[in-house]
């Protein structure tokens, strides 16, 4: 059983920026985000929740303007919800336990990667 849940004190931390972007499904602008050029390894986790979520190895470059991966650290651990908002028909992703929103799955990955 995880050990991982949505933690009310962490919500509380967060910047205001974060809370739309994870608890109300916003967007940052492309281009904007502080882990978009980090080239660190390590892994990324919720911010919410600490569950590990991807690692900088399966980060990749999409020219998107946000930060890309080819697959979760651990498929449990996010889960895909149908999305039509704005008008689109697309694949949000969400932490599972956390709940927090963390983008959107587009087709155009890298092949040799999975995408």
């Given at each position: 059983m995880s050990s991982y849940r949505k933690d009310p004190d962490a919500i509380a931390r967060l910047?205001?920026?974060?809370y739309r972007i994870t608890?109300?499904?916003g967007t940052e602008a492309p281009g904007s985000?502080?882990?978009?050029?980090?080239k660190q390894p390590g892994i990324y986790v919720d911010v919410v929740s600490g569950e590990p979520l991807f690692a900088?190895?399966?980060k990749y470059?999409?020219?998107?303007?946000?930060?890309?991966f080819t697959r979760p650290i651990e498929p449990a651990h996010v889960?895909?919800?149908?999305?039509?908002?704005h008008g689109m028909h697309r694949v949000e992703v969400r932490s599972a336990h956390g709940d927090s929103h963390l983008g959107h799955v587009f087709p155009d990955g890298?092949?040799?990667r999975g995408g």
């Open positions: 910047t205001p920026e974060q608890q109300q499904s985000g502080e882990y978009l050029g980090n900088s190895t399966d470059e999409s020219g998107c303007g946000w930060p890309s889960r895909e919800l149908e999305d039509r908002s890298p092949r040799d």
